[in-house]
Every structure is written in C-alpha cells, then in structure tokens.
C-alpha cells in the first residue's frame, strides 16, 4: 500500500523557516510529479508547489513564489518543502501528493504548520 | 489564471436522494494533449483528500458506482445517485490543464439533511 507520511510541521514565529518532508513508502518518484497543497483552518484545499521527479521542473503558487522552495531526494524517496520569511497566512495543514495515474492519486495524512508570536 | 468556481457550496442531502455538484472553469480544460484534466475530490471530516474522479469521469479504484463524472470544455458536474451518510464531506473539484491560478474550487459542504 501506497503511504506518503510528511514531517515537519509546528509553531514558528513570523519571519522564520521551517522545513517540510515528505517520505513516500510503496511508491516510486520517477516519472512522477510531487505536490505540495495546504488548507488553512476550516478553509479549502490551495495548490502550493510541485516538482517533475528528476527536478527539472518546479513550479510555484504566486503566494509562495521566492520565499518556498520544493526539492526531492529520489534515493531516499523523500519530498521536501523548505519554507522561509513564513507569515501568519502561511498558517495551514500542508498535505504533500503525488502522481500516478493522474494528478494527486496519494495524498499523505498532512502536517500542521502555526506561524505566530 | 484559471479560476474555478464550485456551486453550490452548502449542499444539504435526503438520505438515498441524488446529489449534483457543478464547477465551471474561467478556460477549457481540454489540454493540448486532447485530456481534459479535471479531477474530482472528496475530504470526509478529519480526513486527507481522496480522490473519485480523473479526467471527468473515470471513477478511482474503490469508488463506489454510485459516484459519476461528466462534462467538458468549461462545465462539469459531479454526480451522487443515492447519496449515503458516509458521503458527508467536502467535495473539491481540481484542474490539471493549466498550471496557473487556481487548481481546487471553493469546495462544496454536503450534508445530510
């Protein structure tokens, strides 16, 4: 069975970084695209990045664009969200997904991120 | 940029009565490939995303039959036959085509009355 599993998450101060993975069991990157989504309390589902698995492609939500950053690590499965210069509306449960058939076949079971004082 | 637009957003249900979403995309959806890459999600309560429907309506392994997809170009509708108290959730539709703006809508609340 197919388990996208992030980490991660938890309370950061405005301004601050913070470092999101995602570890993909029964699933192979290659030839896949990765996703990173979040929701922020009791709202709807946001596209936030995704990523070709040989990383030559990445592309950014506008909200996102030069303060996030999405990378993969193939030989160890691992997706990653590297989150900087974080404010108080990139509070959310980020949800990390990946690609089979379609788009977002699996999703992992979300990691919450606070951003405040 | 994209823009999809659910409707409606509050959808209060008779048990094993039909249920119909609708989401309407600012652009077609029909890809330069000939896909049309429009996707259908539910979230139950507390849960992850799980998805029903890929490019409009092919059902995921596992989805019951009384879940249907259908539509094209710029209107597609999401369809409950009989709709079932472990139906309640957030439905989201999602578009893969272009990679600009939104990909989810708003998401519709199903409830049972």
């Known amino acids: 069975e197919v388990q996208l599993v992030e980490s991660g998450g938890g309370l950061v101060q405005p301004g601050g970084s913070l470092r999101l993975s995602c570890a993909a069991s029964?699933?192979?990157?290659?030839?896949?695209?990765m996703h990173w989504v979040r929701q922020a309390p009791g709202k709807g589902l946001v596209w936030v990045s995704s990523?070709?698995?040989?990383?030559?492609?990445?592309t950014y939500a506008d909200s996102v664009k030069g303060r996030f950053t999405i990378s993969r690590d193939t030989a160890k499965n691992t997706l990653y969200l590297q989150m900087n210069s974080l404010r108080a509306e990139d509070t959310a449960v980020y949800y990390c997904?990946?690609?089979?058939?379609?788009?977002?076949?699996?999703w992992g079971q979300g990691t919450p991120v606070t951003v405040s004082s | 940029d994209v823009v999809m637009t659910q409707s409606p957003l509050s959808l209060p249900v008779t048990l094993g009565q039909p249920a119909s979403i609708s989401c309407r995309s600012s652009?077609?959806?029909?890809?330069?490939?000939?896909?049309?890459?429009l996707n259908w999600f539910q979230q139950r309560p507390g849960q992850s995303p799980r998805r029903l429907i890929y490019?409009?309506?092919n059902r995921d392994s596992g989805v019951p039959d009384r879940f249907s997809g259908s539509g094209s170009g710029t209107d597609f509708t999401l369809k409950i036959s009989r709709v079932e108290a472990e139906d309640i959730g957030v439905y989201y539709c999602?578009?893969?085509?272009?990679?600009?703006?939104?990909?989810f809508g708003q998401g519709t609340e199903l409830e049972i009355k």
């Open positions: 652009q077609s959806l029909v890809h330069s490939d000939g896909n049309t890459y």
């Open positions: 997904a990946g690609n089979s058939v379609d788009n977002f076949d699996y």
């Open positions: 999602m578009q893969g085509t272009h990679w600009l703006g939104d990909l």
């Open positions: 490019r409009v309506s």
């Open positions: 990523i070709f698995s040989d990383g030559s492609r990445a």
């Open positions: 029964e699933f192979t990157f290659s030839g896949h695209w």
